[in-house]
């Protein structure tokens, strides 16, 4: 399905700002341009939600959630970043294993399987896509994935 990606992704935070019970800001970086991309829209749902639960389980208090998309080459690179207590350099690319889970303590008192980013790397890829980590522990964690992008505008455009 080609979809506006600007709009698919604004409607999944908006679903999240509504709901959220957390007092986490959560601050737009969107392009005013359109993108457009061919995508499964339910796992896409699937990965970005995870991303986010997760951003939302590790962010403090007052703390603030960025989302954004840039325009690489022929990818779209989305980024979604949070300041909670980050993941230790050693883990970032275990993180997108199954089950794999920083910590015991950390998994204990946070529920969830440790499928969430392994489903995710899955179906980025089957997407053609990239995801992966970045960490300052103590500071945050920025979880990017990128998307090939249709560069004409094939919705509508003859009917
Ligand atoms: P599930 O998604 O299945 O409910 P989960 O959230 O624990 O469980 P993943 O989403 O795969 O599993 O994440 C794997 C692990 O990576 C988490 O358990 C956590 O230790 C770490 N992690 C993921 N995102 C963040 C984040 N934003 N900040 C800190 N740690 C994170
Ligand atoms: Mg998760």
Redesign the pocket.
Known sequence: EVVEFNRFFERIIDRFEMSKSQTVEFIRLLPEQTYFVEIDTDKLTQVID??I???M???PDGGYIRFGFTVQDTFLKVMIS?D????PKE?LTR??DRF????RA??RS???????????KEMIQAHGGQIW?E?EEGQ??T?FFTLPYELEDEVGEWD
């Open positions: 995870n991303i639960s997760n951003a389980k590790y962010s949070d909670g207590m980050g993941i883990n993180i997108f794999y889970r920083v910590d950390r998994a946070m529920g969830g399987t440790g499928l969430g980013l392994a489903i995710a980590a960490s945050g964690t979880i």
